[in-house]
């Protein structure tokens, strides 16, 4: 036991379970979720791949890459790592801003990106940086998603309609498309609203039915029994058979330095879907998930299906909800999906051919609607408005602006909203707890709590730094000249700080200065370590007495009631 902690600590987390795989109870479970898996990932893989502007068999190149790889590097039992609609039309996105000349490029310059976003995540992973997903609140990142799902599910309404596509933002697609409704070919609208209704109405009787391959099959076995390609409808055509080639897509150093911003803004998103669709699975089984070693195993999926051809890969919540209803019980349903779709990859392609696109943007429309959570946003709105308007300011940044940079005034606004909640902090006045020795609390939340006469107890509900040091020492001052009589001495309970900023040392020289002219003590109680040695560092210890620093509030109120016996009451 001792010797595999010593080879594998954590890093390939498959060597530590694998031999503790029941294959007599778990095996048929996963050998049916990876099959029923399988039978969802190969459509909606297809169709991701033509909204990624990639040949459509770079889906299926996904699957074997990410799959495998996230089944030996990855620490949930029940999440699908494989290409997204959300990380195949940032992919899109970025790749056409920067005009590739021919498709040559343009495919080259996709490869170099997913390599860079693999890259990107490892040395995350291996620098434990796990932790970047927090930078975004929930309501921020679920209406950035919810903006990208309308802004993919715009992009296949002309394909629904067999029309041509606006140029410009989201809005203006959608108007040029109900401007040119006219010019819709019926048949073709028929066949994508028959696949929609067929999607929908099979997920709503089991989500263990594969409702895309059915319509999949359906929509193949239709177009040829019609000849639906003669009468107008557009279909994928052919689709090459075998396996991918391995290697380095041919893209010039410069042009992956180009590449990197939008390489951020695509793990930043893939993470953030991926680790909450994770967290939901890891606390429905009751098992522990480890960011930092997911950011490793999205690494390898994503350098894997770029060597291999594929598309960038991230978690799906939709696919991994289809694993855990279809009983899979570890990775190993993947590695039986990654089987099935090396059995696709190498006999089964010529049989798309007849795919009509109305089929794939049905799949892909179908996907995306389920990541427009209008329930949650309006959940959102009741709980806190503030965070549900900076979710629709992301939305509508996608929407008007394009996906990076609506990722990026995402980034910008939860940012200023940590800086704007941080400086704001609650100010408390505490008083002692009536029959409870010791204990302080707010005095304007428990009326009956006692205030110290000639003390006044400070507390700041946020760790003290430059965004909120002016605010603490004028609201300090403040409250000096309410009280009458004036306080002989403040205690500052300073638990909420782990260290100090230069801002806040010399605010609190000037502070401590301007008190003592008017012969008012300044005491700090519940000084953490890193606060007492970053004040011997700055020369701020020199500006306190010997015994204006204590462990606890009610030390300092004790020795200040020793020195001043007659303010006790």
């Not at 299906?305 to 694993?323: E, I, K, W, Y």
């Not at 205030?451 to 040091?469: E, K």
């Amino acid at each position: 036991m001792h010797k595999t902690a010593r080879l594998n600590p954590g890093f390939i987390p498959i060597a530590q379970w694998l031999p503790k795989y029941n294959w007599k109870q778990w095996l048929r479970a996963d050998v049916i979720a990876g099959i029923t898996l399988w039978g969802v990932i190969v459509p909606e893989g297809i169709a991701y791949a033509g909204l990624a502007g990639m040949p459509l068999q770079a889906g299926l190149y996904t699957i074997l890459a990410a799959l495998v790889a996230y089944a030996i590097f990855g620490t949930s039992k029940q999440l699908v790592v494989v290409s997204t609609s959300a990380s195949a039309v940032m992919l899109a996105s970025i790749i056409t801003a920067l005009n590739p000349p021919d498709p040559g490029t343009y495919l080259a310059l996709a490869g170099g990106l997913i390599l860079v976003v693999g890259v990107i995540f490892i040395l995350a992973g291996i620098i434990k940086l796990g932790f970047i997903v927090n930078f975004i609140s929930r309501p921020v990142m679920e209406g950035f998603i919810f903006g990208l799902a309308i802004f993919v599910a715009v992009k296949q309404l002309p394909k629904l309609f067999g029309i041509a596509r606006g140029d410009g933002n989201t809005l203006e697609q959608l108007w040029y498309l109900f401007n040119h409704l006219g010019q819709t070919n019926i048949l073709t609208l028929a066949v994508g609203l028959g696949a929609l209704i067929l999607l929908f109405g099979l997920h709503s009787l089991s989500r263990r039915i594969p409702a895309g391959l059915v319509v999949l099959v359906l929509g193949i076995l239709t177009s040829v029994v019609f000849s639906l390609s003669a009468a107008g409808v557009h279909v994928v055509g052919a689709i090459p058979a075998g396996l991918p080639s391995f290697g380095l897509p041919e893209v010039r150093l410069r042009d992956l330095w180009v590449l990197l911003p939008g390489a951020f803004g695509m793990v930043l998103v893939i993470f953030s879907e991926g680790l909450g669709a994770a967290d939901v699975f890891a606390s429905k089984h009751n098992y522990e998930i480890k960011p930092n070693q997911e950011l490793i195993a999205y690494g390898a999926a994503n350098v894997g299906s770029g060597l291999l051809g594929g598309l960038a890969a991230g978690g799906s919540l939709s696919q991994s909800s289809v694993n855990d209803s279809a009983g899979a019980r570890s990775a190993i349903s993947l590695l039986i999906a990654a089987a099935m779709g090396l059995i696709t990859v190498i006999a089964l392609t010529p049989l798309f051919t007849s795919l009509p696109e109305a089929v794939l943007a049905a799949l892909i429309i179908h996907a995306v609607i389920h990541l427009m959570k209008v329930r949650q946003m309006q959940r959102f709105y009741l709980l806190q408005k503030m965070e549900f308007w900076l979710g629709m300011i992301a939305l509508l940044g996608v929407l008007i602006l394009d996906i990076l940079p609506g990722l990026a005034i995402a980034v910008l606004f939860s940012l200023v909203y940590i800086i704007y909640r941080s400086s704001q902090p609650h100010v408390s006045i505490l008083g002692k707890v009536p029959g409870a020795p010791g204990a302080y609390s707010d005095i304007q939340r428990h009326p009956e709590d006692q205030p110290v006469p000639g003390l006044l107890i400070f507390r700041l509900a946020a760790p003290l730094y430059f965004a909120n040091a002016s605010l603490f020492c004028n609201r300090l001052k403040e409250l000096v000249g309410e009280s009458v009589p004036p306080p002989r001495a403040i205690v500052v309970d300073m638990s909420a700080s782990d260290d100090l900023d230069i801002t806040s040392i010399e605010m609190l020289e000037n502070l401590i200065k301007e008190l003592k002219e008017e012969h008012i003590e300044l005491i700090a109680a519940e000084v953490h370590q890193p606060v007492i040695e970053m004040a011997r560092r700055s020369g701020l210890a020199e500006h306190f007495g010997k015994a204006q620093v204590f462990a606890t509030v009610d030390a300092a109120v004790q020795d200040f009631l020793k020195r001043y016996p007659l303010q006790e009451s």
